[in-house]
């Protein structure tokens, strides 16, 4: 029923226009990327454009009529209705323009639903005589992609691990990380490549307070070193914000282990491993023998460690995140054992 926005791409640029097109998905940033590059294609004038605002109610009629109205001296007229929320009644009035659209207008329509409902009327009306497009959520291996295929394409070029460790620290909204690589970048003016120390500095960390050093020191399970960081980090923000945003990182650091124990297990080579996982061969060097020291049986205890804690915190309001997670990384750096 829905498009894949690559596949629009490429109408777009032979210069095939729907009557509508439906943008449904969490990934705001990404539904407005999607509007924007129909508007570059498009090119309207002030005279060929109505663009309603997100903030906005819907107003079916001032939209439908815009929608009726013919380009001046263009081929197309593009109307975006961008409130991702839109009433049953303003749907159902928008669904009955659908049945009969302006052949010369492109209607855009953003909703904010988590997947493609088939009893949403415009779904059903979109599907019937444009596109249905569904944007997910970027998942932290695609968003790491995306951005090296970004500074790519500005004749940069930023290394695994500063890519992953941007969207540890800043998540996978496309917006905030495009914004996040182009300050790195700058940080980086005249480097090879966009380290881990340009995407450190473009955040606004000290080097004594690196953010992104939690996750190693984990993984070898030292606990000096890690409750030192972990105190520093801190000090950089309000305790149980940075609390949060270290219990994800310690959490995505084992649950790699974990993943990396099975893959040994079923035979897959060190390099077979680092790629599956996004290791860096410098700085990860010593990983897998750090990992023969941690049996499955301890790295599925120290997982299941990390998300109680999860939980605890996300359902006790009363607890102190920051407490809570430094007796996480005791719990995880206490003896080894359990070989």
């Known amino acids: 029923m829905d498009h894949r926005y690559a596949d629009l791409l490429k109408e777009w640029k032979a210069g095939r226009f729907r009557p509508v097109y439906y943008f449904i998905g969490e990934d705001a940033s990404a539904r407005a990327e999607a509007a924007a590059e129909l508007k570059s294609m498009l090119n309207p004038d002030s005279f060929n454009l109505a663009d309603f605002p997100g903030q906005s109610d819907v107003q079916p009629e001032i939209v439908v009529s815009e929608a009726l109205t013919l380009p001046v001296f263009a081929d197309r007229r593009l109307v975006v209705v961008r409130s991702p929320r839109i009433a049953a009644d303003a749907k159902t009035a928008l669904a009955r323009y659908l049945q009969e659209p302006c052949p010369s207008t492109t209607l855009v329509l953003f909703s904010d639903e988590r997947k493609v409902d088939p009893r949403d009327v415009l779904v059903k009306a979109a599907s019937a005589v444009g596109a249905v497009c569904l944007f997910r959520p970027l998942k932290e291996g695609d968003a790491v992609a995306r951005l090296q295929a970004e500074a790519q394409k500005s004749g940069q070029r930023i290394c695994g691990e500063a890519a992953e460790a941007l969207v540890a620290e800043a998540g996978t909204d496309w917006a905030v990380l495009r914004q996040e690589l182009e300050k790195a970048s700058i940080f980086a003016a005249g480097a090879v490549e966009i380290g881990r120390e340009h995407v450190a500095a473009c955040l606004g960390y ?103 804690t999860e939980a605890a915190l996300k359902s006790r309001s009363w607890l102190c995140a920051a407490h809570e997670v430094e007796r996480l990384v005791v719990d995880l750096c206490s003896s080894l054992g359990g070989k």
């Open 206 to 308: 000290h080097k004594s307070a690196d953010p992104f050093a939690l996750p190693r020191l984990i993984q070898a399970r030292q606990l000096k070193a890690s409750l030192a960081h972990l105190q520093r980090i801190s000090s950089e923000g309000k305790p149980d914000e940075q609390a949060f945003k270290a219990l994800g990182q310690m959490l995505s650091a084992v649950h790699k282990q974990f993943r990396a124990k099975r893959m040994l297990k079923a035979g897959q080579n060190e390099a077979q491993i680092f790629a599956a996982l996004r290791l860096n061969s410098y700085w990860d060097r010593d990983y897998l023998a750090i990992l023969r020291k941690l049996s499955e049986a301890r790295l599925k205890r120290d997982l299941k460690l990390c998300l109680a």
